[in-house]
């Protein structure tokens, strides 16, 4: 997954020896959008912003938050893998 203004991930991409046809770009703006409308269709509440900001209250705890959901999954996938 690549964050950043598409010219400068095309410039890195170009760099790096990739074409930018190797990724695809989507719209943060949009993937919000539907991520709100479909909440609210399930009527859930989101809260206005979605992330933490380093310099904020709290900020620590979302990126454990994070962390565990992180190694929550592996361990699923992992289980997978087995069975």
């Known amino acids: 997954m690549l964050l950043g203004e598409h010219h400068k991930i095309a410039e890195a991409l170009a760099?790096?020896?990739e074409a930018v046809y190797?990724?695809?770009?989507?719209?943060?703006?949009?993937?919000l959008h539907h991520l709100r409308?479909?909440?609210e269709r399930a009527g859930?509440?989101?809260?206005e912003r979605l992330t933490v900001a380093?310099?904020?209250p709290g900020y620590a705890d979302w990126r454990n938050q994070i962390d565990l959901y992180r190694q929550?999954?592996?361990a699923r996938v992992k289980g997978l893998q087995k069975a």
């Open 15 to 17: 760099v790096a020896g």
């Open 22 to 31: 190797s990724c695809n770009f989507v719209s943060i703006a949009l993937a």
């Open 37 to 39: 409308a479909n909440a």
């Open 44 to 47: 859930v509440t989101l809260l």
């Open 54 to 56: 380093e310099d904020e």
């Open 72 to 74: 929550h999954a592996n």
